[in-house]
């Protein structure tokens, strides 16, 4: 092996490839494998900043060569070129890798040719989709088919990916399959127990692989091995080498922290004024509503041209919601019927892709033509936000019929579908152009008005564009609520901030589903995914108080959202003052607001900082072994620590009461003392404890040593209603607890001006 030293990278000539490894920064370094004559300099989803020169130093060892930063020590086995990857102060191995392989393969392009295409056009639960008959393929280039081998330790957990739809918490043991589709969010990256992560720069479908077979990542279509070794004293540490490399994430509107009400659907703005004045009447805050789709004229699915009939009034209506210091949001969908201008548009310009329904948003000039239709009607008609739907966006014959495939079936069978449409190297990336096009369009027109995209699908680097992810249509199960909760907990140890989920999951019936819904779908036999266990909805106390329950959660995740269909979702459908349920949403809406100072200390956080918001315990506590396993709890920020309730005290299915304790075991992490955010009783960390969990009751905990900004009495996120701010001090056990007002110099960030919370170290809790 030969190996050649330049002033920024290290050069190897293997047998029959070679490779670079370059130190990004000390503790963050690039290699590139290829078997090309050049490396391919270029990425989608890497953006770092200005390279600062890195010192590093190149020796030899008998059948090693290393590559030492004041960080980390790398050997190169001469050998077999494969790397070991050291800590340069402990000497410990973060990593060793077991391999690398690029295998050439044909990229194959599906086209009509010179045929017209033929095209079925059909409704879907999922909207309307084109599926092109006359399709066949040719040959488009050649690429490769890359594999990285891992060789784990033996106690090692491995942690991110993305959000799949298994719950799957550590991978450990696992299989998994990365690609876009309705509740499937891949991120080719993961982090390890042992002090480090690995970001792979690659856009196509994946699989990571540990089980007998091997332990590795495999990339279905690459032009080179490109992935960056990420490392750091704690797992904050490597997000924020992580969002170095793809990009800071984009600041939100403060209003986008309040609570937002969805459902599908409102069918007027009329509708979604009454919506607003009715929590103003109630007294109960809120600061968004949702237009779910269907504003668009009867037939012309996707237009971002409303229907004049139901939403002629939209600008007068907009004002109103707007005088009621609240927004809107509104769906907008990349495909089109045909026929439709816009639709028309984007044929004549020749910016659809080959389904002739979806536009081509990898064209600059196509997102500019999709701005520029979202702009005319939507936009300059008074709605603040986009709700960007099935952002897949292609499922296939997947996303239907009464079985769910086997998890390989899946992969193949959409995946295909993906690549019939896309080129396979950039096939999981559709939804972070489409992302990339609304903010930065968005941007151009204005300043003035954050750019917040609420987006069922995305990618690696989206955190930049505003893009809020969710986690796609689930259906309403106790057993759903456990693995949202560990979705949630690996879209953030892949970096990513923003996400957030349908609270009360989007389907609730099962059985009945035919008779209920969306109304798009034709299709009478039963669905696989829309298996909700409550076929009353709301007249189901069953199904009201597992949606309390996820109300609960979803209080600490953050974005905060209720949405769904087969039952209406807003506040007074649950019963009226003094019923349990209806006080208990009422309570955690108000606690929302209560927190928002220190939400928003959050979000200025993620953005100056790099800082996660929803933290798996990973985060902070990483050595306790007992921490690491928790599932259902989290922190929220560096100062809450929230325990989800995930099985039913109450009630069963169809109202059935059941006798059932209402506790919950509690694990509270080692070297930290926690206060019991309701009744104050302080406890040590390191022990499991039992917290009574009445239906208005989360466990919920404030480590000692805290300080948490709070406010009473809003409405909205932005008001203004002339109380101070106050901390709750939650000493170490030998201290006085106290109150007093907030400090003049921590001062609310207004819209358009940061003025983060400099609270680090510090934790905080309410009044």
């Known amino acids: 092996m ?19 490894l370059e130190p990004v920064t000390a503790s963050i370094i690039r290699c590139i494998y290829t078997k090309n004559e050049h490396y391919k300099p270029e990425s989608v989803i890497i953006s770092r900043k200005k390279d600062i020169p890195v010192k590093f130093t190149v020796s030899e060892e008998e059948g090693k060569v290393c590559l030492s930063t004041d960080k980390l020590e790398i050997f190169i086995l001469q050998d077999t070129g494969n790397i070991i990857w050291k800590d340069k102060n402990t000497k410990e191995v973060f990593l060793k890798e077991a391999g690398k392989s690029l295998s050439k393969i044909d990229v194959i392009r599906y086209t009509t040719g010179d045929e017209k295409p033929v095209i079925d056009r059909v409704k879907t639960v999922d909207g309307e989709r084109n599926f092109v008959k006359n399709l066949r393929t040719v040959v488009e280039r050649s690429a490769y088919r890359g594999k990285l081998n891992f060789e784990w330790q033996d106690d090692e957990g491995i942690y991110g990916l993305g959000q799949a739809e298994e719950g799957i918490y550590n991978y450990r043991k696992h299989s998994q399959y990365l690609y876009q589709h309705n509740m499937r969010i ?153 026929g439709g201008k816009n639709h028309t548009e984007f044929l004549e310009a020749g910016y659809l892709l080959n389904d002739y329904a ?54 193949n069978l959409v995946g295909t579908e993906h690549k019939k449409y896309l080129d396979p190297a950039y096939a999981n990336l559709f939804a972070l152009m489409h992302a990339k096009g609304i903010y930065e369009n968005q941007k151009a027109e204005t300043t003035d008005i954050r750019v917040l995209n609420l987006t069922r699908s995305g990618y690696a680097s989206g955190q930049k564009y505003g893009a809020m992810l969710w986690s796609g249509d689930t259906y309403a199960s106790w057993e759903t609520l456990k693995k949202q909760i560990i979705e949630g907990l690996n879209v953030g140890l892949s970096g990513y901030p923003y996400w957030t989920l349908d609270i009360g999951a989007f389907f609730t019936v099962g059985d009945k589903w035919q008779n209920r819904g969306c109304g798009c779908n034709t299709d009478p036999t039963p669905k696989w995914f829309w298996q909700g266990k409550y076929n009353e909805g709301v007249k189901d106390a069953g199904y009201c108080e597992l949606y309390v329950r996820w109300l609960e959660f979803g209080t600490f995740l953050p974005m905060f959202r209720s949405h769904g269909t087969d039952t209406p979702r807003e506040i007074w459908n649950f019963g009226k003052k003094g019923e349990m349920f209806y006080e208990t949403i009422e309570k955690f809406i108000n606690l929302r607001y209560h927190l928002m100072p220190y939400i928003y200390s959050l979000a200025g956080a993620v953005r100056l900082q790099s800082a996660t918001i929803m933290r798996s315990l990973l985060f902070d506590y990483m050595e306790d072994k007992k921490a690491r396993e928790i599932k259902d709890g989290f922190l929220f920020g560096p100062s809450l620590l929230v325990y989800a309730v995930t099985e039913p005290m109450y009630y069963e299915a169809n109202n059935i009461k059941i006798e059932k304790e209402k506790k919950k075991d509690c694990y509270l992490p080692e070297e930290s003392c926690w206060y019991d955010y309701w009744t104050g009783e302080a406890y040590n960390g390191g022990q499991t404890i039992t917290i009574e969990t009445p239906i ?30 106050k901390y709750k001090y939650t000493p170490e056990p030998t201290e006085p607890l106290y109150y007093m007002k907030m400090k003049e110099t921590i001062t609310t960030m207004k819209t358009g001006h940061i003025q983060p919370l400099n609270l680090s170290g510090m934790i905080q809790i309410i009044n």
């Open 696 to 725: 208005d009751i989360i466990p919920l905990f404030v480590k000692a040593g805290s300080i948490l900004p709070v406010t009473e009495g809003l409405q909205y996120a932005d008001e203004k209603n002339g109380l101070p701010w």
């Open 358 to 411: 979806t536009y081509n948003a990898f064209n600059e000039e196509a997102r500019k033509m999709y701005w520029k239709q979202a702009k005319e009607e939507l936009f300059n008609g008074g709605f603040d936000a986009w709700w960007c739907d099935s952002t897949e966006p292609f499922s296939g014959p997947d996303w239907g019929g009464e079985v769910k495939r086997e998890p390989w079936e899946r992969y």
């Open 186 to 338: 891949p991120m080719p990256i993961f982090v390890s127990t042992k002090g480090y992560g690995i970001l792979v720069d690659c856009n196509s479908l994946m699989t990571f692989n540990d089980d007998e077979n091997g332990s590795y990542l495999f990339l279905d279509t690459v032009d080179q091995l490109d992935y960056y070794f990420i490392t750091g004293d704690k797992t904050d540490d490597i997000i924020a080498g992580y969002r170095y490399l793809t990009g800071d994430a984009a600041m939100l509107p403060k209003w986008a922290f309040g609570y937002v009400q969805s459902k599908e659907q409102y069918y007027t703005a009329e509708e979604l004024v009454d919506i607003i004045r009715h929590y103003r009447e109630l007294k109960v805050p809120i600061d968004c509503v949702v237009q779910d789709w269907n504003s668009w004229d009867p037939g012309n699915w996707g237009e971002k041209l409303v229907d004049k009939t139901r939403y002629g009034n939209l600008k007068e209506c907009m004002d109103q919601i707007h005088d009621l210091h609240a927004h809107a949001m509104v769906s907008v969908w990349p495909n089109m019927n045909a």
């Open 2 to 20: 030969e190996y050649f030293v330049s002033e920024n990278y290290i050069d190897f000539i293997l047998k029959d490839a070679k490779m670079r």
